[in-house]
């Protein structure tokens, strides 16, 4: 049994080390990748619960491996934050998504845009000159854009951070809280952040015709965002009956399977044509 012990750590400990090294090579190889550009956006709809017209997107990275193909931005993006690569990446996302913005805005429709921003973008002292820059450069008006920020991402510079999104909202731009209601002392600071939208975490909607608390915290964080006169956003929407929900809750917007997944930007395009296909 003591061998048998043995071995088990052995194996363990090779299997951490061969994980240690996986990272270190993706690690390398994203640092080539956002050199070469590897990276494509895909851009899921925001509709409008009330009449389910496209509002917006929201524009989520993948990967363009050479070799492993289309990866997901769970295979990459902790690894990017952890070695500090997610604040180049964070900028070309933020670019290349002012401009895909522009090519969606016609006579009748002005969708916006969001994108995903993490914490080590908005501690960067240039944060608030390089989206300014971004949406000049672009030629995207502020109020086409949405900033995602988490609740966990702004412990570390509260101040900070809060001082910066300030900035931006007073030029127009509008700031989601996402994932709301799985971060941390979420409520206690809430009125104090320059925000506009509430982006419910799917968690909660998966729950919502479940008969369990989901409903009630749904609920909750809906009146509370109505109280804020603040924009709410369903996410993760995949059936019929939550849409039905959350439009009995005069939740504002949905987002989800249900309208559509991430779809690369021609089928944006035809997207806002057409309409969701519901
Ligand atoms: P998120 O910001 O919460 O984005 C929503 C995720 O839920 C997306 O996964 C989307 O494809 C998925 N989703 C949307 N509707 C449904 C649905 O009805 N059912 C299910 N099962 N899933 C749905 P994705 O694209 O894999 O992105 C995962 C996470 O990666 C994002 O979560 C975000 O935290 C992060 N991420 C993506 N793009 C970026 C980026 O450009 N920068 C940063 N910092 N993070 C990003
Ligand atoms: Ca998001
Ligand atoms: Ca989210
Ligand atoms: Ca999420």
């Given at each position: 049994a003591?061998?048998?012990g043995k071995s088990t750590v052995a194996v363990y400990e090779s299997g951490l080390h061969a994980l240690a090294l996986e990272k270190m090579a993706i690690r390398g190889e994203l640092q080539v990748a956002i050199r070469e550009q590897q990276f494509v956006l895909h851009y899921q709809p925001t509709v409008n619960l009330a009449t389910e017209t496209i509002t917006g997107f929201e524009a989520l990275v993948r990967w363009q491996h050479p070799?492993?193909?289309?990866?997901?931005?769970?295979?990459?993006?902790?690894i990017a934050e952890q070695s500090g690569?997610?604040?180049?990446?964070?900028?070309?996302v933020l670019r290349e998504a002012c401009h895909a913005a522009v090519t969606m805005q016609t006579p009748v429709q002005h969708p916006t845009i969001a994108v995903n921003i993490?914490?080590?973008q908005v501690v960067q002292n240039d944060f608030v000159d390089l989206v300014i820059d971004a949406l000049e450069d672009a030629g995207l008006e502020p109020q086409q854009l949405t900033l995602e920020i988490t609740e966990s991402m702004l412990l570390d510079d509260m101040a900070g951070a809060i001082e910066r999104l300030a900035a931006l909202r007073s030029i127009g731009v509008h700031v989601a809280i996402d994932d709301f209601g799985t971060g941390y002392s979420s409520l206690s600071y809430l009125s104090r952040l320059p925000v506009d939208i509430l982006k419910v975490d799917k968690s909660f909607v998966d729950e919502v015709c479940s008969g369990s608390h989901g409903a009630s915290v749904t609920e909750a964080i809906i009146a509370m965002g109505r109280?804020?006169?603040?924009?709410?956003?369903?996410e993760g929407v995949e059936l019929p009956e939550q849409a039905a929900w959350l439009q009995g809750a005069a939740c504002t917007m949905g987002q989800g399977y249900l309208w559509s997944q991430p779809v690369e930007?021609?089928?944006?395009?035809?997207?806002l044509r057409s309409g969701v296909p519901r």
């Open positions: 003591k061998d048998r070799l492993r193909g289309l990866l997901p931005p769970a295979t990459f993006i902790p690569l997610i604040v180049p990446l964070g900028e070309w993490a914490a080590q109280t804020m006169r603040l924009t709410t956003v369903a930007l021609a089928a944006a395009h035809h997207l």
